[in-house]
């Protein structure tokens, strides 16, 4: 949550951090601010209640032209919304601190300071931290050695950037179990907590691990480790094309990232398969000796991923019959795990910096797990640093807080998985040509259904007076109601649940009235006639059903006469829940844009969830 920028250079920077800013905005957007040193070495900070275009005129007429600075956009976790709990914090006008995660202990610090005679005029956990160096600076006056001491005081997980006015071209950040990376320029150089922030000004990047303190000035990067000693981190060169993270002629990022899912899944699978078989090692080098020694899967995520894991239990156990479980990380993390004998620990994160997907990764490495497996999107994250086997997902950059193209690659990553999985175990060379085939095809299938993007729009009509939605279907398609009622509620602020259609007469029957919009997915599978029967229970209880079928003629007939249905193409079953994510992705979208809604920057959700 929440974005950090700061950059040291020969050059005007306030533009440089606004648009950065403005790249980051998808990790909180309820509040801004920018502090900089003016040229009289003067402390300039502006702040303001709302989204960062709104800090953008405030700056623009205050004409503040600076060399270094920081700046942040907020999603709150301690206090309000507000101009007072907006960053940066300042002390004393002197030193200026910009903060992402939490500290812990912030309550004891703050009586600490109080007694001290600092005065605090927010609610915020951050304070602390800029007077608690603000405090150590007065003994030392040296700026490295207070930031020192005043971080050995801090416990939880955060990232700062902090300045001092003594030191006009020096900036300093500290990661500590919240992300930071620095991009090295010439002549110049930035942190941000994103490297999309930077990448109008530099490809060349240092991912900070933790407990590591970054030394800015204009010609260098000085990084110390926690025992205070001169470090060297690997530096990457990042290539990403800048017209990926514009919206183009698009209304929203949102439809932008559903559109792009047949190239963002063209993309997961390029040299990942051949004509007729999944190649092998693509989860590392180590991984070829680690799969086949698995005898269990443990795999554990958050919010979209979690649905994504849950579908790919269906495909591991029925392909490659290993038993699997699934869990929510924050779960996970806190309570007593017996892990199975030669058990796989996976973790799924679109950013690879989730905080309780970290955590709980973390955990595993210390516990029997054979080994450790990260499926992301982000190449350099932390998950795909600490793992020992790694996919990535190469969705792109995905800027819109629902995840939708991140969701598709994740799926297609997992059914390789289950695929490779399934080989180790004596995998039938047909059978895999033919699952590999239709892996080739799903592209092509995927722009058919996006093709029918008229239909839901229509449907979406129906939903705009709604208040609930109800979301069923049956095997691997049951966490995809899951996943459409869970893009419903984002977006739309619909309440809405996803069932196992098997499920309904145990308790959701009885919401089921003619102001209940039910939408199934039901493929042509063996559950059919099962999910047939369902349906005829919420139709005689007067439910407006919404179907998704691949079986168009099933439902030509009496009992669903009054049903919108929506033709599906033919796809193999494994396929199917990732093929019948796209209508609802947009359902979620059109109600959402008839409602009226923030659509990529829904109330109180952030994109990245970098705090417990």
């Known amino acids: 949550m929440c974005g950090i920028v700061g950059a040291v250079a020969k050059r005007p920077i306030e533009r440089l951090l606004i648009d950065g800013l403005k790249k980051l905005e998808y990790r909180g957007y309820d509040s801004a601010g920018i502090a900089v040193v003016d040229s009289e070495r003067q402390l300039k900070r502006l702040r303001v209640a709302g989204k960062v275009r709104e800090l953008e005129m405030v700056l623009n007429a205050e004409r503040l032209q600076a060399y270094m600075g920081i700046a942040h ?9 507000s101009e007072q709990n907006a960053h940066p914090f300042v002390s004393h006008d002197k030193i200026a601190l910009v903060h992402n995660g939490i500290i812990e202990n912030h309550t004891i610090l703050r009586k600490k ?8 005029v927010s609610e915020t956990d951050t304070e602390t931290a800029v007077h608690l160096i603000h405090y150590y600076f007065t003994q030392s006056n040296d700026l490295l050695k207070a930031i020192r001491a005043a971080i050995n005081e801090l416990e939880g997980a955060y990232a700062l950037g902090i300045f001092s006015t003594d030191y006009p071209a020096r900036i300093i950040g500290v990661r500590q179990g919240a992300p930071l990376v620095i991009g090295k320029g010439q002549g110049e150089n930035f942190l941000a907590s994103d490297p999309l922030a930077l990448l109008s000004v530099t490809q060349q990047f240092i991912y900070l691990e933790d407990h590591d303190i970054a030394d800015l000035t204009l010609d260098s990067v000085a990084i110390y480790d926690q025992a205070h000693q001169f470090v060297e981190r690997e530096q990457h060169t990042l290539s990403i094309n800048l017209d ?45 000796t680690v799969l086949a020694q698995v005898e269990h899967i443990q795999l554990v995520a958050c919010g979209t991923s979690y649905h994504a894991a849950m579908v790919a239990r269906y495909w591991i156990e029925s392909l490659a019959h290993i038993p699997c479980s699934v869990e929510v990380a924050s779960e996970f993390r806190y309570r007593d795990i017996a892990p199975s004998k030669n058990s796989l620990f996976v973790t799924l994160s679109q950013s690879g910096e989730t905080a309780d997907t970290l955590a709980a990764l973390r955990l595993a490495k210390r516990m029997d797990y054979l080994s450790t497996l990260v499926i992301c999107n982000v190449p350099g994250s932390t998950m795909m640093r600490e793992a020992n086997l790694h996919f990535l997902t ?7 807080v629902a995840s939708t193209k991140s969701f ?5 990553a997992l059914l390789l998985f289950a695929i490779t999985l399934c080989r180790k175990r004596g995998l039938n060379q047909q059978l895999e040509m033919k699952w590999v085939e239709q892996l ?5 299938f995927i722009q058919k259904v996006l093709q029918k993007d008229i239909v839901i729009t229509e449907w979406a009509q129906f939903f705009t007076d709604k208040e609930h939605a109800l979301f069923i279907s049956r095997g691997a398609l049951y966490p995809i109601a899951l996943e459409g009622a869970l893009k419903m509620k984002e977006i739309s602020y619909i309440h809405a649940e996803g069932y196992s259609s098997g499920e309904l007469k145990h308790g959701p029957l009885a919401l089921v009235d003619n102001n209940m919009p039910v939408i199934a997915t039901i493929p042509g599978d063996g559950l059919l006639e099962k999910n047939s029967s369902n349906l005829q229970e919420v139709r ?28 599906m ?3 193999h079953p494994l396929l199917a829940p990732i093929l019948y994510t796209i209508p609802l992705q947009l359902l979620a979208y059109h109600v959402a844009i008839l409602k009226g809604t923030d659509v990529d920057q829904p109330r109180n959700l952030a994109k990245s969830v970098t705090v417990e």
């Open 408 to 412: 598709t690659t994740q799926l297609v």
């Open 113 to 120: 300071l109080l007694n001290e005679g600092y005065t605090f």
């Open 569 to 571: 193409p033919a796809v």
């Open 540 to 567: 005689a209880r007067g439910g407006r059903l919404f179907i998704l079928t691949d079986q168009v003629e099933v439902f030509q007939q009496e009992a669903f006469a009054d049903a919108h249905i929506m033709a």
């Open 244 to 288: 990926a993270v514009e919206r183009g002629d698009y209304r929203h990022y949102m439809k932008k990232e559903i559109m792009e899912q047949p190239h963002a899944i063209r993309l997961c699978l390029e040299g990942r398969i051949t004509k007729d078989h999944v190649l092998p090692a693509l989860f590392g080098p180590q991984a070829e």
């Open 440 to 444: 080739e095809e799903l592209p092509r």
């Open 73 to 81: 956009t907020r999603w709150a976790t301690h206090g309000a919304p």
């Open 394 to 400: 190469r969705a792109g950059v995905e800027i819109g």
